[in-house]
């Protein structure tokens, strides 16, 4: 479905955002108790990061929110969407998000009688769903991850 960078400045590249900025962060499936975790974390993180809080601080008021350090962690840097022609959109596979897909040219689906295929090598497909596949309505993001 839509999402907030979909909108107005949000989704604009940095040279027509002005001093708009946008920051999103994936913490899990909706409703999953360790995706709460994870935005806990994330947000001491950030915080911590922009010198709001101190570590001290933080394990003081906001108790239990910052989750070890991962051992191997990526960034994900969303490189645009597919959006359906049609309520007719089918992938050719059960993606649930964040699969890696090797090569460029991979066909992963279907849009309205048009292969729908991967960009480029190590493609990260980001939040694919079909829940809502109708014209227009955005039914997964390509993503280029790199090593942090």
């Known amino acids: 479905g839509v999402r907030m960078r979909d909108y107005g400045r949000f989704g604009l590249a940095d ?4 001093d ?4 999103l962060v994936e913490c899990g499936f909706h409703g999953d ?5 994870v ?9 911590q990061a922009a010198d709001v809080l101190d570590a001290a601080e933080i394990a003081r008021l906001l108790p239990g929110w910052r989750q070890p350090d991962a051992p191997r962690q990526w960034a994900l840097e969303v490189t645009g969407p597919v959006v359906a022609q049609s309520e007719h959109f089918r992938f050719n596979a059960p993606f649930s998000g964040l699969e890696v897909i090797e090569k460029a040219g991979t066909v992963i689906g279907d849009n309205d009688g048009t292969p729908v295929t991967t960009p480029y090598d ?3 497909l980001v939040m694919p769903s079909t829940r809502q596949a109708r014209a227009g309505v955005t039914v997964v993001r390509y993503a280029q991850r790199r090593p942090l």
């Open 15 to 18: 040279a027509d955002a002005g």
């Open 20 to 23: 708009s900025r946008s920051l």
């Open 122 to 124: 190590d493609c990260v």
């Open 39 to 47: 935005a806990h974390d994330q947000c001491v993180r950030f915080l």
């Open 33 to 37: 108790e360790s995706s709460r975790d």
